[in-house]
């Protein structure tokens, strides 16, 4: 990510609203023209089980999903999940084609991050993930403990296709990049609401994103069960859905929909 990427939030604040994406709540509205339903995996500052058993569960489906990392927790281990992420991990992640997302660099507690902090851990983030190797910056943002602050959506860098929160649902029609909606997928008893909204996304051709911390045959609280995960895919695959990291189907819905703005300006000459 650029250092000009990363210029002051009032700048940024300012020319979000003069280039008109500030209107109401919505930093960057986009109408998803999806040719069929989408699945998108996240995995949030995850564990060592996720990183193995999560990825080993899209690949044995050809799929590849989106882990997002805080470079100062990797090595940690975490009170809810155990062990998390090493290095190694988010190296051999990002060799098998799995998208690294950019989470607050140690940002832990339970406030709102507000846009200098956030963009400060964003660019440590950054820095550190390259140290270890990576050679592609990440390209979409978590907010941290899924708490969104205006100031964030408004402030993010360009460089940043879209940015998830934890508010509950589809992403159909017109939706905000800076704030994407995601289900929860903790213990068995996800399971069936979330086979159901497969069955939506597909009917509807919505963007469905599932976050998760930990994927094991007895997860945490904050987990998903080894079996039901792989339950979810089959059903995906089934169902021919694009199981596709984050950033992958925020490019092809942001190519699309400017595609289409410009066909309709066109049309009015």
């Known amino acids: 990510m650029t250092a000009l990427a990363f210029q002051s939030p009032g700048a940024r604040l300012r020319a979000a609203f003069s280039a008109g994406v500030g209107g109401g709540d919505c930093a960057r509205p986009c109408t998803l023209r999806l040719p069929r339903g989408a699945l998108t995996l996240c995995f949030d500052d995850f564990s060592q089980g996720a990183a193995l058993t999560g990825a080993a569960a899209l690949e044995r489906v050809e799929a590849r999903g989106t882990f997002f990392v805080s470079a100062g927790r990797m090595g940690a281990v975490d009170p809810e999940i155990g062990a998390l992420y090493t290095d190694e991990d988010v190296r051999r992640l990002a060799g098998a084609g799995h998208e690294i997302g950019c989470a607050a660099c140690d940002h832990r507690d339970e406030r ?80 069936d609401p979330l086979l159901a909204a497969l069955d939506r996304a597909d009917r509807d051709r919505a963007w469905m994103i599932v976050y998760m911390r930990d994927v094991a045959n007895a997860p ?50």
């Open 220 to 269: 945490s609280a904050h987990g998903a069960p080894t079996g039901a995960l792989g339950a979810l895919l089959r059903k995906a695959r089934a169902l021919k859905l694009d199981i596709l990291p984050l950033a992958e189907v925020a490019d092809r819905a942001l190519a699309h929909d400017a595609l289409t703005a410009r066909n309709t300006r066109g049309a009015h000459f």
């Open 112 to 191: 709102a991050l507000e846009a200098d902090e956030a963009l400060s851990q964003c660019a440590r983030n950054t820095i550190e993930l390259a140290l270890i190797g990576l050679s592609r910056t990440p390209r979409t943002f978590a907010y941290p403990q899924g708490r969104v602050s205006r100031s964030v959506k408004h402030a993010l860098p360009g460089d940043f296709v879209a940015a998830r929160g934890r508010s509950p649902g589809l992403n159909r029609g017109r939706v905000d990049m800076a704030q994407l909606k995601a289900l929860p997928f903790f213990g068995w008893a996800a399971l």
